[in-house]
């Protein structure tokens, strides 16, 4: 699988972007889809994470009730797109952001970056104060 992160940008305090995740050359079919973030000169953390067959979503406390991942309601999974709106953008969430799926990311272990076989390249997302 394949994925192209793209939607990012340079934000105001408090604004809204919404960041999209596309597979190719494979689907989402079976898999859990992440979001993860990497600041300058930290970690790569985790943010939210969504089971494509059961829409089940889990986030990082750190986004809880500001952003939140869905995935396309194509049928035939045609698109296989996944979205993470981020809205109350805040300066802390400055990074660049990753998105990640595997088909066998077990519930307990889904914020762990080891968990994830096949990653994007990352989108810049900066908010300014």
């Known amino acids: 699988v394949q994925l192209q992160a793209s939607g990012g940008g340079l934000v105001q305090a408090g604004g809204s972007l919404r960041l999209s995740c596309v597979a190719s050359?494979?689907?989402?079919?079976?898999?859990?889809v992440a979001w993860f973030r990497q600041a300058p000169g930290k970690e790569r953390d985790f943010v939210a994470v969504?089971?494509?067959?059961?829409?089940?979503?889990?986030?990082?406390?750190s986004v809880k009730g500001r952003f939140t991942i869905s995935r396309d309601n194509a049928r035939d999974n045609a698109k296989n797109t996944v979205y993470l709106q981020m809205n109350s953008l805040r300066p802390d969430d400055t990074a660049v952001y990753y998105c990640?799926?595997?088909?066998?990311?077990?519930?307990?272990?889904?914020?762990?970056?080891?968990?994830?076989?096949?990653w994007g390249q990352g989108t810049q997302v900066t908010v300014s104060s």
């Open positions: 969504i089971n494509w067959s059961s829409r089940h979503t889990m986030y990082a406390d």
């Open positions: 990640a799926t595997s088909r066998t990311v077990i519930l307990s272990n889904v914020a762990s970056q080891t968990a994830y076989a096949y």
């Open positions: 050359a494979g689907t989402f079919s079976g898999s859990r």
